[in-house]
T-cell receptor
Framework: GENVEQHPSTLSVQEGDSAVIKCTYSDSASNYFPWYKQELGKRPQLIIDIRSNVGEKKDQRIAVTLNKTAKHFSLHITETQPEDSAVYFCAASRGNQFYFGTGTSLTVIP | DVKVTQSSRYLVKRTGEKVFLECVQDMDHENMFWYRQDPGLGLRLIYFSYDVKMKEKGDIPEGYSVSREKKERFSLILESASTNQTSMYLC????????????FGPGTRLTVT
């Protein structure tokens, strides 16, 4: 089956700085890579996703990059704000089933 | 607006009890999932279902079973609860096929004493 590794497990940045979270996957057939944000006490919600036919996708301050050859993808958050503080999960999928990383707890220090 | 609801936010049960966790979605989604979430371990798939009365084991099915009698409802059953099943349980649903967003419920915090 698929194996998704996520790093770092915790990340602290100053407000206004950038944050980068990296994930690797093992199954070259995976073709969909979503990122979920889970605020404290709330449900995970999709913030951005990328498909295997695309190398990069941006949505305002967040972006995701995908390197299919190396089997890794990354989440980039620029100009971080305190409300970006949350746990972020990456996932890889090639069908109905998602394989999630272990999560990154991001703290943005005002 | 997709809505996925779970029967309880918090539940406390005793060791050996049979526990039912229910999940309902209102978007006519074919796929439904049960995960457990533990610190440092992320979201681990217990079972999923891609159609009524169909089920597939996920990564950690031991000690759990599921039931899907109606398309909108997916139940997780702990036949004999144990303390190592104390966890946050999250239900999710999605449309059939690949590359579709999973929508999560609010979660049930289960404590087994």
């Amino acid at each position: 089956g698929e194996n998704v590794e996520q790093h770092p497990s915790t990340l602290s940045v100053q407000e206004g700085d950038s944050a980068v979270i990296k994930c690797t996957y093992s199954d070259s057939a995976s073709n969909y890579f979503p990122w979920y944000k889970q605020e404290l006490g709330k449900r995970p919600q999709l913030i951005i996703d990328i498909r295997s036919n695309v190398g990069e996708k941006k949505d305002q301050r967040i972006a995701v990059t995908l390197n299919k050859t190396a089997k890794h993808f990354s989440l980039h958050i620029t100009e971080t704000q305190p409300e970006d503080s949350a746990v972020y999960f990456c996932a890889a999928s090639r069908g109905n089933q998602f394989y999630f990383g272990t999560g990154t707890s991001l703290t943005v220090i005002p | 607006d997709v809505k996925v609801t779970q029967s309880s936010r918090y539940l406390v049960k005793r060791t050996g009890e049979k526990v039912f966790l229910e999940c309902v979605q209102d978007m006519d989604h074919e796929n439904m999932f049960w995960y457990r979430q533990d610190p440092g371990l992320g979201l681990r798939l217990i079972y999923f279902s891609y159609d009524v009365k169909m089920k597939e084991k996920g990564d950690i099915p031991e000690g759990y079973s599921v039931s899907r009698e109606k398309k909108e409802r997916f139940s997780l059953i702990l036949e004999s609860a144990s303390t190592n099943q104390t966890s946050m349980y999250l239900c999710a649903s999605s449309s059939a096929g690949s590359s579709y967003e999973q929508y999560f419920g609010p979660g049930t915090r289960l404590t087994v004493t």
